[in-house]
């Protein structure tokens, strides 16, 4: 059996699955580690949408920029920041909820992410493979619609989940030292930075990259390809209406 380091160490992000199914009783024990997560005060201000039915992931698939992953995975998860059902409890009890503010969406984010998160692991301890998929929060309010989110509550991110039908090389990470910062921040020099991304930019897969996109450099591939400033915009507008609408802006 293959210990908790190992598994960390050598995980790895798969996006093609076998045909087999993800059994309810795994599922059920893979949620349960999930909601053992840490969670502000205890709250659990988080919700879980399971979809298996193949119908509702067609019909989810758009909204994930028809990521094959979404029809192909037999589970897909989606993880929620959830105030609706806290804000309910309080009210049964005369209490008054003070939940419809920003910072509440973002505590209720970060519990949703940090049980996403566990899951994940949870799942690769035995075997199973997983992918986020970062369009939940560009089309939240599709999904919202999709999925019939009540107010209080937010898509936050998506995993698909499934067992490994292809076994990726391990992509690469930044080293160490470009990450951490002794008891205080220690801004970069120019040389730090060419130090610290060179490896990736001589990766032979950067490189097909950078030539796959006609650009000069790796850097471009991101601000002019894959994550671009005018798409960041258009879809912020999209979420900050969501958290609006799903009640997150009032104060
Ligand atoms: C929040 C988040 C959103 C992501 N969204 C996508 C996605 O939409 N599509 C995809 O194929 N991979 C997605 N990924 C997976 C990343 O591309 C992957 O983690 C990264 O390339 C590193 O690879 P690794 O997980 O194999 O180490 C996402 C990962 C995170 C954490």
């Known amino acids: 059996m293959k210990s908790i380091s190992d598994i ?10 076998s045909g087999r199914n993800v059994d309810e009783e795994l599922l059920r ?20 949408i399971i979809t298996r039915d193949d119908t509702k992931k067609k019909e989810l698939a758009p909204f994930h ?19 609706n059902r806290f804000n309910l409890w309080c009210r049964e009890n005369k209490a008054e909820p003070g939940y419809d503010n920003f910072l509440s969406f973002f505590t209720a984010a970060i519990d949703a992410l940090l049980v996403a998160q566990t899951v994940c692991i949870a799942a690769e301890d ?30 936050v991110t998506t995993v698909t989940l499934g067992w490994p039908a292809e076994y990726p090389e391990q992509p690469d990470r ?9 008891e205080i921040y220690n801004d970069y020099s120019e040389h730090d930075i060419k130090n610290y991304y060179s490896q990736k930019e001589e990766r032979e897969d950067s490189q097909k990259f950078i030539r796959e996109n006609n650009k000069e450099t790796l850097s471009q591939v991101f601000t002019d390809v894959r994550y671009k400033k005018n798409d960041n915009i258009y879809f912020s507008k999209i979420l900050m209406k969501v958290l609006n609408d799903q009640g997150f802006m009032n104060q």
């Open 8 to 17: 960390l160490l050598n995980r790895k992000t798969i996006r093609k699955y």
């Open 29 to 48: 024990d893979l949620l349960t580690k999930g909601c053992r997560a840490s969670t502000t005060g205890n709250m659990q201000v988080y919700s879980i």
């Open 65 to 83: 920029f028809n990521q094959k992953m979404i029809t192909e995975a037999p589970v897909v998860l989606t993880f929620c920041a959830d105030f």
């Open 126 to 155: 035995e075997g199973l493979g997983i992918c986020y998929l970062g369009t939940t929060t560009y089309t939240a309010d599709r999904i919202i619609e999709s999925l019939k989110l009540p107010k209080g509550v937010v898509p």
């Open 174 to 182: 930044l080293p160490l030292e470009a990450i951490i910062h002794n």
